[in-house]
Each structure stands twice: as C-alpha cells, then as structure tokens.
C-alpha cells in the first residue's frame, strides 16, 4: 500500500515535471518576450564610457565582490580612488547636478535602485555613504559645494589614476 | 556485484571530476577580475602620525573653530545640549577650583598605541591602522558600543539615527560607531603634508597651535618640537602612549 | 531510594493558559520594540553616548548571570554527588539554557546592527572578553545541551558526572567572562577591579538558584505537583548561603574602594547623594535583595515555608536585578575624569552625572526577552519528561 503511494506521488511528480518542461519555453524572458515577462530594468550608461569598470555582464553579477574586496582595501589599506572605488561608482553613475542634485538611493530613479528594488535586494552601502556623486573621483566639472578645499586637483589625480595601473 | 562496484566507482570518480571542472570554471572568472583593479595603498611604511596641540597659544574661539572646522570637513552636527548627536571633536573648558582660571582644550580621539577601543572590539572593526591612525571599520563593526565604554576619553560616538547627505570620503551611518579619524581622509590623499580640519582652522600667521606630523621621523616639526619643548598626554598614566600630545596643560 | 519518575506538566488549566498567552504578547511586544529600535535608530530610546548601555543591558545581563547560576543544582547533584538535588538536574539545565537564551536574545537585538550577527560569530578578536563571551555563550548551549541527554539517557548516566564537570568549569568561565566585561574596562573608576568578576559568579549562583526555585514553584502549583518541605528547607539554606556570599562581596568591593581617596566621588555618588542609584542601592539591593531575603530563609519560624522561600527568591531577584542596575548605569552615570583636579565641563557632557530615562521601548526590549526564557522553559517542560511527578520525601534520601 506504501509503494501504491509512492508510485503516485512520482507520477504526479514526473507529470509536473513534464508539464514545467513543455511550458518552460513559453515563459518570460530577460528580454522582455514571453508569456508574464517583465522587462528587467536596464540603468543609463553614463556618458564617459572610457571609464568602465568592466562589461556590463560582469557588472551584474560581481560588482558586490569587486566591492566587497575593495572595501578592506581602502579601509585598512588606505586604498583610495582605486577602479572599484565606491565614490568612483557614484560619480560616474549618479553625479549632482549642475545645481547640485542627484536622486537618493531610496528613489526609484537611482542607478543602484533601478535594479536594487526589482531583485527586492536592500541596499546597505548607502546606510553610511554618499549615494551621489560631487565629482571627487574623476573631477568632472559637475563639482560639489561640500568643501572646496579639500577639491582633488586634476594633476593629483591622473597621477593616482595612472599609479593605480587602471584604464 | 564486482562489475557493479567498478560501475560505480566510474561514475562516481567522472562526478568527481565534472563537478571540479565546473567549479574552477566559476571560480576563474572570479579570480582573473580580482587581479585587474589594484589601486595603490595610500599608507607610508614606517610613519605614525600625531598631533600636538599648544593649549597656551588656543583661544576658546580658536577651539570653537576646530570643532566646526571638523564638522564641516566630515559633515557632522550636534546640537547643543543634546544627548545623542556624534561630536569626534568637542571643547573642554577646565577650571582651576584653587585659583579659578579657565582653559580650553580641544579634545578628540587620542590615537593611543595601545587603545583600550582596539582591545574590547569583539569583532576587530575597531583597529589601529599601519600608520597609527585608530579607526572604525565600520563595515564590521556591529554597533555593541563596547568600545564607548572602553575609551578613557570618551572619543566616541554612536550613530543613534538614520543619516543622509553624507559626504564622499566620510561615511557615517546609522548603528555603527565613530570617532575622530585624525582627517584620514586627507592624510591618505597629503600624506606628511595632511593638516587636519582643526588644525587648519586655527594655524595660521606662521603659528601651529595645532602640529601634525610623523612621530617617527625625528626630523619631522613635530618630532623636534616635542624634542625641545616636551609636551603632556592626558591620562598618561594609564600608559596608552597617545599619538596626541598637550602643551599647557 | 526510589526511582524518580519525570514526566511533562499536562495541565490545561485556565491560568495555565493565560500565562501562555500573555507571556506571548509581551514576547513579541519585545520583538516589535526591537524592529522599532533597529529602524529608527538608538535616539528613539534613552540610551545616549553618554549612558551607552541601558535597561535592556541590565535584563540581558541579569538573565544570562541567572542562566549560569541556574545550572547550579545541576553541578551539586552531578558533581557533587549530592542525591537531594539529582531530581532537579534536568530542570535546572534546561532553564540554564532557557535563560541565556532570552537574555542573549536582548544583546542582539539591541545592537546598532543587528543585521550583522554573522559578522559578530565570524570575526573574533579574541583580545576582547566580549569576543570570548560569545564563544563561550554558544558553547554553553551545545556542553549543557549534551549533559542533558547523558542526565536524561538512562545508558549514558554514567557519563554525566564528567559532562558536569565540564558544564561546571565552562560556566564559572563564561560567568567570570560577563564580570570581566566590566572588570577589564580600565577607563572607568566605576570598574577597572578583579573583584567583579567572582561578584558575578557568586551573584549568578543568588539569582539563578532564586530564579529556578520561582519557576519550579510555578511548574509545580501550575501542574499540582507536590514539593517537600525537606527540599525547600535545603533549597532555602542554600540561598541563603549563596545571599550572604553576594553581600560579602558588595561589601569588600566597597570598602576597598572607599579607602582609596581617588574614589570617594564615585562612593559618595553611589552610597550617597547618587538619587536613583543610591536608593537602588541600599533598598532595593542591600534591604530588599540581601537582607530581607537571609531573615526569611533563617528565621526558624519560617523554617520550611514555602511562601517564605517564593518571598524570599522574589526579593534576590529584584535585589539582583537593581544590583545589575547600580552596576551597569550607575558605572556609566558617573563621569570619567580625564583631567584630575580639574572642573569640567563641554557639550559633550564631560564632568557631570549623566541622566539617564529608560524609553518604554527598552522595557519592552528587556520584558521581552524575559519572557522568552520563561516561556521557553514553560514550554520545554510541557513538550519532554524535566520535571519529577513528585518530589516528596526526595530529599531526606542521602
């Protein structure tokens, strides 16, 4: 009677499992096709492309360990304005406007929360650090009014840029 | 039974191997990124970095301008009389009781050799860097404020709401704990020729009432002033051997 | 000497119930003022920078002091050989472990970030004593956890006398570890001695054996079971002993102090003219907490009673708890003095007696995680054979 029950329950299962097969190339898609897809959000490439970090792709799926690794760096190391620099990400993918505005991490429009809240991933970065960029990192002219004195000069920085053995 | 165990030994050694494969074709990825992105570490081998406050040449407006130099520099606020907003940085004013005459002193994290803050973090996020620099990691740190209650000078401050607007090389956030990082921020960018918010705000007319530099360069202005003049450490007999040093007191 | 029979409380009684129910609801009051705290940020409570560990420090601490003091009647039996207590055994255990676990529940929840507990069981820095109190908390639950089947596994009994002894030295460790807390902290005027840490011992073996006797007085009245008047003697005398230690030691940790002139400002606050400290002090703990309760348990007149006892652990347990008070916020209220021979003064509150107003969301916070414990053990006792059916006439066998 034991094995009667079991046998049902793997046909059922092999029924679900057939039937998830057949369906399974109707469903949705990344791209937007299919049946129930939703269009997974793609953020604005900023305009200085020369500046990428590595191909979007890759982006996706490792910028939290590039993160993760660079953060003792620059904490214990003393590492600063390195490829994966937090203040670099900003500065390129969130920088103030003009007037000095930018979206905080909690508005939709943000670059991190484009993404963030479709995979429903809280973000825990912003908690302590500047979720926009005054263009410290890379000294666009789109600069802050936070303390001029403390502005990295250009020279400063291509210096540390070129050390830095990125780009 | 013998053809059945080879089977399965097969099958099981081809698992083996597959499953190894693929997991060095995860792993690769991985490892080849984290070769290309190496910045440069801003620490210079060697060097310990120190203050040395003159208490004789600070006004009480001048030790008023290093806390608000400070908290301009690392964009903090406290409002006067409260009981919960961080201060890396605050003005003591000490009273003579035998003979009534007021100073002012400017007190912050000491930067001890031996911090008592370093010692009872239970997960290290509270750490004396290479340089001598005593900071919060404040990715670790978990907000016990074990630390506030180990330092002698209570230096510390615990973030006891949310923040926002903070500024690019000074994170601070809710639940975690700070302290005055000596401008860290500008030492890693100045290195010897870092000078801190506060001392900025008050060295001026060829005077240093606030002197930073190298401890450990006997060279250094600092060095060679402490040389000649000798200068006081608060609590010293605790023995912590501060990086920041009083004169006048 | 017979065979003790255990078995699980069956009652379904109306009081039983209400008990259940309204330890629930404050359980998870205490969750929701923990939510409350971790969102907002720590200024929703009275905690300040200058006063960093509050209320529910004090209820975290006195429940894990209790937790390894409850283990207690445990070690007389298995260690000690003593036969009285052995009936005892797996109830004290299993309370042992119920109590540490709602006062480590209020430690974490409490924490600025509390989102980071694999952080904190990940990175140890093992020069810190609070490092070391983690890891011998969590190694508390699994040593108690294994004496308890030996205790509870009629083949593995033998083994239970060595799973003892390990449970006995690990919690008088774990036990000087949270005293050390406090006695390594040499910043403070208020701490900075070796005698906190055998004052905690000694106060977790007062608190945690009242705190077992009020439970097993609840478990049994709640089930109808029978307590013997032999054992409740015995228990009584041993409370008192252990009071009598608690007071011995307070005593010595003050006169100590007051002979050094450096600290007569922290005495004078604490002895004196400290307001809620002060009457803390000398009410609530040396009165209510040592006093009272050594007059109750060696009056001969009261020789035996139960209510007496019950009083007489109520009043440690309230002593206990103000003497934690005293400890923890009465340490930090005092300032520290970083300019001898000085008057101080900042903004940040230098030179000055802190004040301190717990919120309502601390007392939730700590109600909290007492009542997880207790509803912890009320629980545990339901759902496996710890208590004995009956305990009379157990503890004249010897």
Redesign the interface.
């Known amino acids: 009677m034991a094995a009667n029950g079991i046998f049902r329950i793997s046909l059922l299962f092999g029924v679900w499992l057939a039937l998830t097969a057949l369906l399974l190339p109707a469903a949705g898609r990344a791209d937007g096709s299919g049946f129930g897809a939703i269009d997974i959000p793609r953020p604005a490439t900023p305009a200085n492309e020369d500046k990428c970090v590595a191909p979007t792709e890759i982006m996706r799926r490792e910028h939290m360990k590039f993160l993760y690794q660079q953060r003792d760096r620059t904490v214990i190391d003393g590492e600063r304005n390195g490829r994966y620099s937090l203040i670099g990400c900003m500065d390129c993918h969130n920088p103030v406007s003009p007037t000095g505005e930018a979206p905080g991490y909690g508005d939709p429009d943000h670059f991190c929360s484009t993404c963030h809240a479709y995979a429903s991933v809280k973000i825990?970065c912003f908690e302590c650090h500047a979720d926009r960029g005054y263009g410290t990192w890379q000294n666009n002219t789109a600069a802050s009014t936070w303390n001029d004195d403390t502005q990295l000069t250009a020279t400063t920085l291509q210096r540390r840029l070129e050390t830095a053995g990125g780009d | 039974m013998a053809t059945d165990g080879e089977n399965h030994d097969a099958s099981r050694r081809g698992f083996l191997k597959g499953a190894a494969a693929l997991a060095g074709t995860l792993v690769a990825p991985g490892v080849f990124l984290y070769q290309s992105g190496q910045a440069s570490s801003s620490l210079l081998p060697g060097v310990r970095w120190g203050m040395l406050i003159d208490n004789n040449a600070l006004s009480e407006r001048d030790v008023d301008a290093c806390v608000a130099a400070c908290k301009r520099e690392n964009g903090w606020q406290?409002e006067?009389?409260s009981?919960?907003?961080?201060?890396w940085i605050?003005?003591?004013?000490?009273?003579?009781?035998g003979t009534g005459r007021r100073s002012f002193?400017p007190?912050m994290c000491q930067h001890c050799a031996h911090p008592?803050c370093?010692?009872?973090?239970?997960?290290?996020?509270s750490f004396k860097r290479a340089d001598g620099l005593v900071l919060v990691n404040k990715h670790?740190?978990?907000?016990?404020?074990?630390c506030?209650?180990?330092?002698?000078?209570?230096a510390r401050?615990?973030?006891?709401?949310?923040l926002s607007g903070q500024l690019p090389y000074v994170p601070r956030g809710?639940?975690?704990?700070e302290s005055c990082t000596m401008c860290v921020q500008r030492i890693d960018r100045d290195g010897a020729n870092a000078v801190p918010a506060c001392a900025e705000a008050v060295n001026r007319d060829g005077r240093k009432p606030i002197l930073f530099g190298d401890l450990n360069d006997p060279d250094s202005e600092i060095s060679r002033r402490l040389q000649q003049l000798g200068a006081t450490r608060?609590?010293a007999d605790?023995g912590l051997e501060q990086a920041i040093s009083y004169e006048g007191? | 000497m017979q065979t003790t029979r255990y078995a699980e409380i069956r009652t379904r009684s109306t009081p039983y119930r209400a008990l259940l129910v309204v330890l629930l609801a404050f359980v998870l009051a205490g969750l929701g003022a923990a939510h409350y705290m971790?969102v907002?940020?720590?200024?929703v409570t009275g905690m300040?920078?200058?006063i960093?560990?509050g209320l529910p420090h004090v209820f975290a601490i006195f429940l894990i002091v209790a937790a390894s003091g409850a283990l207690n009647v445990a070690s007389l039996s298995s260690v000690f050989g003593q036969p009285a207590y052995r009936p005892l055994a797996r109830f004290s255990a299993i309370l042992s472990v119920a109590l540490l676990f709602g006062g480590l529940s209020i430690l974490l929840l409490d924490?600025?970030?509390?989102?980071?507990?694999i952080?904190?069981m990940t990175?140890?820095?093992f020069?810190?004593?609070?490092?070391w109190n983690?890891f011998l908390y969590v190694g508390f639950f699994v040593i108690v956890g294994v004496y308890l089947w030996l205790t509870m596994e009629r083949r593995m009994y033998r083994f239970s006398k060595p799973a003892g002894v390990v449970a006995l030295v690990w919690r008088l460790v774990l036990t000087t570890g949270t005293g050390s807390?406090f006695g390594?902290?040499?910043?403070?005027e208020s701490y900075d001695t070796a005698i906190l840490a055998p004052l905690f011992v000694i106060l977790s073996f007062a608190i945690g054996l009242a705190v077992l006797v009020l439970l097993l007085q609840a478990s049994f009245t709640l089930d109808g079971r029978e307590l013997d008047t032999a054992l409740l003697k015995r228990l009584g005398r041993l409370l008192g002993i252990f009071v009598a230690a608690v007071f011995y030691f307070v005593l010595v940790f003050h006169l100590t102090k007051l002979y050094g002139t450096q600290y007569h400002g922290f005495e004078r606050f604490i002895l004196l003219d400290g307001g809620v400290y002060t009457g803390l002090f000398w009410i609530l703990q040396i009165g209510l907490g040592n006093l009272l309760p050594l007059a109750l348990v060696f009056a001969p007149r009261l020789q035996g009673s139960s209510r007496a006892l019950t009083a007489a652990c109520a009043l440690v347990v309230a002593g206990g708890f103000a003497q934690l008070y005293v400890i923890i916020i009465g340490g930090?209220a005092y300032p520290?003095d970083?300019?001898p021979?000085?008057?101080?003064?900042?903004?940040?509150?230098?030179g000055v007696i802190n004040?301190y107003q717990p919120s309502a969301w601390e007392w939730l916070l700590g109600l909290g995680g007492l009542t997880a414990a207790v509803l912890a053990a009320l629980l545990i006792v339901r759902v496996l054979p710890i208590l004995p059916e009956s305990l009379r006439g157990e503890a004249s066998g010897s």
């Open positions: 825990d | 406290a006067p009389g009981t919960t907003d961080a201060q605050r003005k003591v004013t000490l009273t003579d009781p002193v007190l008592p370093v010692d009872v973090c239970p997960t290290g996020a670790t740190c978990i907000g016990c404020r074990y506030m209650m180990a330092c002698p000078y209570k401050s615990f973030i006891h709401e949310s809710k639940g975690t704990v608060l609590r605790m007191l | 971790e907002e940020g720590h200024h300040t920078n200058q960093v560990w924490l600025g970030r509390p989102d980071r507990l952080v904190a990175h140890y820095n020069k810190s004593i609070f490092a983690i807390i390594f902290l040499v910043a403070r930090q520290l970083i300019f021979g000085y008057q101080v003064e900042s903004s940040f509150y230098d004040a």
